[in-house]
T-cell receptor, first 115, second 114 residues
Framework: AQKITQTQPGMFVQEKEAVTLDCTYDTSDPSYGLFWYKQPSSGEMIFLIYQGSYDQQNATEGRYSLNFQKARKSANLVISASQLGDSAMYFCAMRPNFGNEKLTFGTGTRLTIIP | SAVISQKPSRDICQRGTSLTIQCQVDSQVTMMFWYRQQPGQSLTLIATANQGSEATYESGFVIDKFPISRPNLTFSTLTVSNMSPEDSSIYLC???????????FGPGTRLTVL
């Protein structure tokens, strides 16, 4: 079984500052993928970034980077130079790399950017 | 990336009625999933929609309540049957890609049951 833990229910960050959203996971699968999604108030789930468990380097996508520490089973999302439009719910999720591709989600973090 | 559309985008329904939600993808995909997000909660997988066979339901979800069809590799429907206010949620379809480093969601259907 897989489990995702997000311990920050809410965060407030000043505009233009960097923010780190925490995510820890537990799995017995030898190979897996980790995902981050953004969910604005509209309800859509926007894919942000992916990290494979065997990837040597941390993933980056524009202002998003993933701080992957496999030994600690953590996959924190870092948003640089935050913007007002970053205010949303953020979900961490994982999926085994073999078999069914269903995602297991964490409980989410509500990020609010303060002008 | 796959482009996914859902219909309807939102609906308000009466208790005891049923609603069918459609999910259309612009390319053939192997796997399609249906998730539910209750108010203030995270996403929970309802079932995997299998093309040409019965859907695979997660614990706590049954076919009589959430019948699913998948007639081809680009389309699926989820029906929410005999609705109650507890069914008020966002329902999202998701597709698996050949490359494994992405998984996309449709825009969601926001359902309110009175």
């Amino acid at each position: 079984a897989q489990k995702i833990t997000q311990t920050q229910p809410g965060m407030f960050v000043q505009e233009k500052e960097a923010v780190t959203l925490d995510c820890t996971y537990d799995t017995s699968d030898p190979s897996y993928g980790l995902f981050w999604y953004k969910q604005p108030s509209s309800g859509e789930m926007i894919f942000l970034i992916y990290q494979g468990s065997y990837d040597q380097q941390n993933a980056t996508e524009g202002r998003y980077s993933l701080n992957f520490q496999k030994a600690r089973k953590s996959a924190n999302l870092v948003i640089s130079a935050s913007q007002l439009g970053d205010s949303a719910m953020y979900f961490c999720a994982m999926r085994p790399n073999f078999g069914n591709e269903k995602l297991t989600f964490g409980t989410g973090t509500r990020l609010t950017i303060i002008p | 990336s796959a482009v996914i559309s859902q219909k309807p985008s939102r609906d308000i329904c009466q208790r005891g009625t049923s609603l069918t939600i459609q999910c259309q993808v612009d390319s053939q995909v192997t796997m399609m999933f249906w998730y539910r997000q209750q108010p203030g909660q995270s996403l929970t997988l309802i079932a995997t929609a299998n093309q040409g066979s019965e859907a695979t339901y997660e614990s706590g979800f049954v076919i009589d309540k959430f019948p699913i069809s998948r007639p081809n590799l680009t389309f699926s429907t989820l029906t929410v049957s005999n609705m109650s206010p507890e069914d008020s949620s966002i329902y999202l379809c998701s597709v698996g890609q050949a490359q494994r480093d992405t998984q996309y969601f449709g825009p969601g259907t926001r359902l309110t049951v009175l």
